[in-house]
């Protein structure tokens, strides 16, 4: 880790600022014209469900689903965040502080109370996968189901991806350096070199995939997700419209953990 992030508080809190002007009361564009659309048609909201948003930040999703008539909470690791869903989206469900790998040290989260868990930008943010998965797992009824919503790993690996361009044949191309192994990449400190670090966690699809299935949920949906971006240049065009760069999945509670 460089001097700067090694300067750098990490954690959530001190970024919960800088995080909370760029999504905003709403949600970014990326919030309200991909992921918020994305997670609620594969989580297909039923009326007086109980859903569990975890690493749910300011709770930008809260009332699209309280509009449904679901019964919501909202966990989240961050103080500063939850503060302000708590302002924000009075009305809209709870929000709690709490651990994602220990939801059973939530003294309002009951085993096997929720209908369904949602991830929606947040489960690249939390490690280790094995323990969120089992916590997550334990919170909900043996048939519920999880949606996860997150940078498409197969395309999107920090600092190990990008854009190319090739002139010669008039292509815009993605460029991936890793893929198989799992890396721990610190992001870079926000504003000010010592305003604060997070840490984003890459992991291979197998690696989701087979964490779900140790658990007893089966993936019944996944979705490849392109950027909503539009550009009047032929070969980025092309390229947006090839390489998802978001990747959403539902898996589905088959009764037992395997």
């Given at each position: 880790?460089?001097?700067?992030?090694?300067?750098?508080?990490?954690?959530?809190?001190?970024?919960?600022?800088?995080?909370?002007?760029?999504?905003?009361?709403?949600?970014?564009?990326?919030?309200?014209?991909?992921?918020?659309?994305a997670?609620?048609?594969l989580?297909?909201?039923?009326?007086?469900?109980?859903?569990?948003?975890?690493?749910?930040?300011?709770?930008?999703?809260?009332?699209?689903?309280?509009?449904?008539?679901?019964?919501?909470?909202?966990?989240?690791i961050?103080?500063?965040?939850?503060?302000?869903?708590?302002?924000?989206?009075?009305?809209?469900?709870?929000?709690l502080?709490?651990?994602?790998?220990?939801?059973?040290?939530?003294?309002a989260?009951?085993?096997?109370?929720?209908?369904?868990?949602?991830?929606?930008?947040?489960?690249?943010?939390?490690n280790?996968?094995?323990?969120?998965?089992?916590?997550?797992?334990?919170?909900?009824?043996?048939?519920?189901?999880?949606?996860?919503?997150?940078?498409?790993?197969?395309?999107?690996?920090?600092?190990?991806?990008?854009?190319?361009?090739?002139?010669?044949?008039?292509?815009?191309?993605?460029?991936?350096?890793?893929?198989?192994?799992?890396?721990?990449?610190?992001?870079?400190?926000?504003e000010?070199?010592?305003?604060?670090?997070?840490?984003?966690?890459h992991?291979?699809l197998?690696?989701?995939?087979?964490?779900?299935?140790?658990?007893?949920?089966m993936?019944?949906?996944?979705?490849?997700?392109?950027?909503?971006?539009?550009?009047?240049d032929?070969?980025?065009?092309?390229?947006?419209?090839?390489?998802?760069?978001?990747?959403?999945?539902r898996?589905q509670?088959?009764?037992?953990?395997?």
């Amino acid at each position: 880790m460089s001097d700067n992030y090694s300067r750098a508080p990490s954690g959530w809190d001190p970024v919960a600022d800088w995080y909370d002007g760029w999504v905003g009361h709403d949600g970014s564009h990326h919030h309200q014209k991909l992921a918020i659309p994305a997670v609620l048609q594969l989580l297909n909201p039923q009326p007086d469900e109980h859903i569990l948003d975890v690493g749910c930040g300011q709770g930008v999703l809260a009332p699209h689903l309280a509009d449904r008539g679901v019964s919501y909470t909202g966990i989240d690791i961050s103080r500063k965040m939850i503060s302000t869903a708590r302002k924000r989206h009075r009305g809209c469900g709870r929000f709690l502080r709490g651990d994602a790998r220990y939801l059973n040290r939530v003294s309002a989260v009951r085993a096997g109370s929720f209908d369904a868990a949602v991830f929606m930008l947040s489960i690249e943010d939390m490690n280790p996968l094995e323990e969120v998965i089992q916590s997550t797992v334990w919170a909900l009824r043996r048939t519920g189901r999880i949606v996860l919503l997150l940078r498409h790993p197969c395309f999107r690996v920090p600092r190990q991806s990008g854009w190319g361009h090739d002139p010669d044949r008039k292509l815009r191309y993605r460029r991936v350096d890793s893929y198989l192994t799992p890396q721990s990449v610190p992001m870079k400190a926000y504003e000010k070199s010592d305003s604060g670090v997070t840490i984003s966690f890459h992991r291979p699809l197998h690696h989701y995939i087979n964490t779900l299935a140790g658990h007893g949920f089966m993936v019944n949906y996944l979705d490849e997700l392109v950027t909503f971006k539009q550009t009047r240049d032929r070969a980025e065009r092309r390229a947006n419209e090839e390489f998802p760069l978001f990747m959403a999945l539902r898996a589905q509670g088959i009764g037992a953990a395997g």
